[in-house]
């Protein structure tokens, strides 16, 4: 059984989407599952003139089909409670505190506090400030920000950010949320990569020729097209997601699987992110927007609602990337995330050299040439493992066939398993950061991706240049065969 934690939960933007639609359930799935009973309230809070009774009806529905009886359901929502709160005005922060202390005592929260701002990025600092200034953090319990993501547009403005919050909250008490990093077979990676000797000793430039990092989503922007005009895919899921799991990939061996051992990598990491020059951009990386498909079914990028019809916004991005260490010399990490494309999949194709030493080069005077061996990590829809290596198939002679040897998760496993924002919330309230990213990370991606945007924003693009329902822009592909590689996903199987 799960050990029970106590704590008040005070949610800005609780009747938002991201609320109901992420928080609630996996909360919810907390409570089912122990780590929440008894000692532990919520406060949502947001400028709607709601009751605690509208609230916890909200909540029911957001939870309805999770796992849970009514009773459970019934139970749980009665934990709830709704304050009407302009984040701007300073004596609704005093009303807050007063019900959080209230709350406190009545449920034996132990002066436990957890901020979840689920609100626009641009209210982060008023809500630090006056969290600080009317009172709210409690000296007797321990006090934790929960943020989520844009963290800014790019280096200047996530300073800017940070520093609003710092003034409040230290850095230990801050949880800066990247989903991803909350996925099953990404927090899997150390795992993968130090505890098996015969993956550890071939992770490593003599052995790896290339490493592909692919987040491709099947649908379009639907209904964050606002949103996604003034991020596109470069801010929305390479500064973020992609690099977090590059860093994952390529950090080195830490000391021990701590927060402070892994972040201490993974900034190391990061500040050997080889940075390109404005013209070095042109060559390395790859931006695009969609069109309709060729059956004129799926609508184009410029069509979508709050999306001008010239919109330069890039809504697929490919690229490579140098890491400047010994262990990666000369290896290209490609990162391609789209909206759009063929099918919806998150993987890792690691691909390891060639075979120099041919001896079968000319058997019976037929050639035999081995393709690359190549390990899939699938993160999503599927989760498993795949080595694609040579073998033969049964006949007469040798002829060389590419073999996998995968395993996948089954639906029983898969069913048990805990979601990404119900593991990152467990982590918030063992005050775990190991799955989040820090400040210093931070600054280092956006220096990087600051390069790349001011280039993009020098040039006007030809968009859109490619159709829905295809893996992106043909200099996608172009990109790779530069140094006779190719992508991996779209053209095996698993």
């Not at 916890?56 to 849970?68: F, P």
């Not at 009886?69 to 009665?78: E, H, L, N």
């Not at 919806?344 to 037929?366: G, L, S, W």
């Not at 006949?395 to 048990?416: H, M, V």
Request: some cysteine; proline content about 4%.
């Amino acid at each position: 059984m799960a050990q029970e934690q106590a704590v008040i939960f005070i949610i800005f933007g609780g009747s938002g989407d991201l609320a109901h639609r992420k928080l609630y359930p996996a909360l919810f799935k907390l409570y089912t599952k122990g780590y929440l009973r008894q000692h532990f309230a919520v406060i949502g809070t947001a400028r709607r003139p709601w009751s605690h009774e509208y609230f916890r009806q909200t909540v029911s529905e957001s939870v309805a089909n999770d796992l849970g009886d009514q009773a459970q359901v019934a139970s749980f929502v009665q934990h709830f409670y709704y304050q009407s709160h302009d984040v701007k005005d300073a004596n609704h922060y005093v009303a807050l505190k007063k019900l959080a202390q209230q709350l406190n005592q009545q449920y034996q929260a132990q002066n436990n506090q957890i901020f979840y701002m689920a609100i626009a990025p641009q209210f982060f600092g008023t809500v630090a400030q006056h969290v600080n200034s009317e009172g709210l953090l409690n000296p007797d319990g321990f006090n934790r920000l929960v943020i989520e993501k844009p963290f800014g547009k790019d280096l200047t403005t996530a300073r800017a950010l940070n520093d609003s919050i710092s003034a409040t909250f230290k850095e230990e008490q801050i949880y800066r949320i990247d989903h991803y990093l909350g996925k099953e077979m990404i927090q899997a990676l150390p795992i993968l990569r130090f505890t098996n000797p015969v993956l550890e000793a071939v992770w490593n430039c003599h052995y790896i020729s290339n490493i592909q990092i692919t987040l491709a989503e099947a649908l379009g922007v639907g209904e964050r097209a606002g949103y996604y005009e003034s991020a596109g895919a470069l801010r929305d899921m390479i500064q973020n997601h992609a690099l977090q799991i590059l860093a994952l990939l390529a950090m080195e061996r830490p000391t021990e699987f701590t927060s402070q051992a892994v972040h201490q990598q993974k900034e190391q990491l990061f500040a050997q992110l080889h940075h390109y020059t404005l013209s070095e951009v042109d060559h390395n990386f790859v931006r695009g927007q969609y069109d309709v498909d060729r059956r004129g079914y799926q609508t184009a990028y410029r069509e979508a609602d709050n999306v001008p019809d010239d919109s330069l916004t890039e809504t697929f991005v490919a690229g490579r990337i140098f890491v400047d260490t010994p262990r990666w010399h000369n290896v290209p990490f490609y990162v391609r995330t789209g909206k759009r494309l063929r099918q919806k999949a998150t993987r890792i194709d690691i691909v390891f050299q060639p075979e120099t030493n041919n001896i079968f080069a000319n058997y019976h005077k037929q050639k035999i040439l081995p393709r690359p061996t190549v390990l899939t990590i699938a993160i999503e829809p599927r989760q498993g493992l795949c080595l694609t290596v040579n073998g033969t198939n049964p006949g007469l002679g040798l002829r060389n066939s590419l073999q996998p040897l995968s395993f996948r998760q089954s639906d029983g496993s898969l069913a048990n398993s805990q979601e990404a924002y119900e593991k990152l919330l467990i982590d918030i309230l063992q005050g775990d950061q190991t799955n989040f990213t820090n400040w210093i990370e931070q600054a280092y991606t956006w220096q990087f991706i600051d390069i790349i945007r001011q280039r993009w924003d020098q040039i006007t693009p030809d968009f859109p240049n490619y159709r829905s329902n295809t893996f992106g822009p043909s200099k996608s592909d172009q990109l790779l065969a530069q140094l006779g590689h190719e992508w991996i996903f779209g053209t095996d199987s698993f």
